[in-house]
């Protein structure tokens, strides 16, 4: 019987495992459609989170990326017109009588121009109520940018409308990389911007203020515009101009390049002459810089009615359209003129195989010599001609008074003069070595005449010139005078201004000093084939006759 039982047993324990998977498998589907689910990943349970769909990934095809254009600035000067402020010094014994007879005038003189690289894109129509002129130049004592940490510029601004403007509606602008930052400590000091008449009279009181700012973007290959503002409310009387940066740089610009160079690549857009800065006693018409007036862009003019070819370009290649009009050949530094006070007397032909011109200015911290002991002058001598000139067959010329003569300790040394060829480039090796002599004798109502002579060999190159006393005075006249005034009634023939000095770094058409060549008298020429009207005429009245 136990037997039996046990078949028994074993006979449903047989039949529930046969039977388990069906009950197991049933239960599951009927688990599947019960509501309180909690599985987040199951489609019918009420925690469900749809998953986010990613999507196709997009297939990546490499392509080249274009490198930015880097501008080649070409730094080929050019002779430019020069602006001859005319104005009459009459010379009284009795004391000076400096009263101006002013007259705008212009005459070509040697300034260098930078051609420009990028294609000009007309932009709309210029701002060209007021006919204005923007040159530049390297600050006095400033470095070169390339191999320096710094870029520090001076401007001219010349009026040639007939009404005056106003500065403080004036900006100039430029463009540099994206390590350019405004300078800080100096810079825009109210000393270092003058406004003149067109007689080189200063007009403002205690100088021009001026800003700097700084703007990062894409402006072509740059990534920096840096604007000048002018601050202090000042007109610039119709044919005067500003001298922006005369004594000193008008602003630094300096630079976080890790080079600690300013300009590492000498490819900033805008600049003061390249590689070779300009010198800093010229005026540069230089289209890389851009003035604005009224917050528009100036189509600039070379003189009255006769539009600048070099009107400021921004660094993008986007301009304006200048109106309709004469089209200067040839563009403007300032230059001033004084006409002759003697008549001039016909003295035969003058010696004119080479087209030469002399013009005068005050030596760097020249003293006023109406009130001072001396008259410490500077020349320039801008050969016009089409073949070189040798500077020792060269001469200048003038005529004081009985108590005059020629300086000593200093005056004629090499490192005082030197001579350039049409970029501005430097062409002797040292400098050139001078003379100076006085001789006594009647001429007209003077009665010393001193002569001053190039010792050392060295060509003048076409179209270059001679800077004699660019560093410093070229010599110093001194005076015996028991008053221990050099010019005590300020009434000598020649001078550098009367009782009001020439600006020292401007240059001047003077025609009371004279060039010879191989000792004859020069008949002058302000550019190739144009005759200069102030040439040099002597004390006595007696001139040369020009062909």
């Known amino acids: 019987m136990q037997s039996g039982m046990n078949r028994l047993f074993f006979r449903l324990l047989l039949i529930l495992s046969l039977a388990a998977p069906v009950v197991i498998s049933a239960s599951w589907f009927i688990w599947l459609d019960a509501p309180a689910r909690n599985n987040p990943h199951d489609p019918k349970s009420p925690l469900y989170i749809p998953p986010t769909p990613i999507g196709v990934l997009p297939s990546w095809t490499p392509s080249n990326s274009p490198v930015p254009a880097v501008p080649t600035n070409s730094y080929t000067m050019t002779p430019t017109m020069t602006v001859t402020r005319t104005f009459t010094l009459t010379q009284t014994p009795g004391g000076p009588s400096n009263t101006p007879t002013s007259s705008a005038s212009f005459s070509p003189t040697v300034a260098a121009s930078r051609t420009f690289s990028p294609t000009s894109t007309p932009g709309g129509a210029c701002y060209a109520p007021d006919q204005l002129d923007l040159l530049t130049t390297n600050g006095t004592g400033g470095p070169n940018p390339c191999v320096a940490n710094s870029l520090q510029p001076s401007f001219e ?259 005082r003069t030197h001579v350039y060829d049409n970029t501005g480039t430097q062409v002797d090796a040292s400098g050139i070595a001078a003379t100076g002599a006085a001789a006594s004798g009647t001429y007209g109502s003077m009665a010393t005449q001193i002569t001053f002579t190039f010792t050392t060999s060295q060509t003048i190159p076409a179209g270059g010139w001679v800077i004699a006393g660019g560093a410093g005075p070229f010599f110093p006249l001194d005076t015996t005078d028991p008053s221990g005034l050099f010019d005590t009634a300020c009434n000598n023939y020649s001078g550098v201004g009367g009782a009001t000095p020439y600006v020292s770094g401007t240059w001047y058409e003077d025609s009371h000093w004279q060039l010879l060549e191989s000792g004859a008298q020069v008949c002058e020429y302000t550019a190739p084939g144009v005759k200069d009207p102030n040439t040099g005429v002597p004390a006595g009245g007696s001139t040369c006759t020009c062909p």
């Open 157 to 415: 601004i010349v009026n040639h409308s007939a009404v005056a403007v106003q500065i403080t509606t004036l900006q100039i602008r430029g463009w540099f990389n994206q390590y350019a930052v405004a300078g800080t400590g100096w810079g825009g000091d109210t000393w270092r911007t003058h406004v003149y008449d067109n007689t080189g009279t200063q007009v403002d009181a205690g100088g021009i203020a001026a800003t700097e700012t700084m703007a990062s973007g894409t402006y072509g290959s740059m990534a920096t515009q840096v604007t000048f503002a002018f601050t202090t409310s000042q007109t610039i009387p119709a044919g005067g101009y500003v001298i922006a940066g005369g004594a000193g740089p008008l602003f630094p610009i300096n630079t976080t390049d890790p080079s600690g160079k300013f300009d590492a690549s000498c490819n900033n857009y805008s600049g003061v002459g390249g590689a070779s800065p300009y010198n800093s006693a010229l005026y540069y018409e230089d289209s890389h810089w851009q003035l604005i007036e009224g917050g528009q862009p100036v189509c600039e003019y070379a003189s009255t009615n006769v539009i600048d070819p070099n009107s400021g370009i921004p660094a993008g290649g986007s301009t304006c359209s200048c109106p309709t009009g004469t089209v200067a050949t040839a563009t403007p530094s300032p230059t001033k003129t004084n006409t002759p006070s003697p008549t001039p007397t016909a003295g035969g032909a003058c010696y004119a195989p080479d087209q030469l011109d002399l013009e005068v200015s005050d030596g760097p911290a020249g003293p006023n010599p109406c009130t001072g002991n001396s008259e410490q002058p500077s020349f320039k001598i801008i050969n016009n001609s089409a073949v070189a000139v040798q500077v020792t067959n060269l001469q200048i010329r003038g005529w004081f008074n009985q108590y005059a003569i020629v300086g000593t300790g200093w005056g004629g040394d090499t490192w």
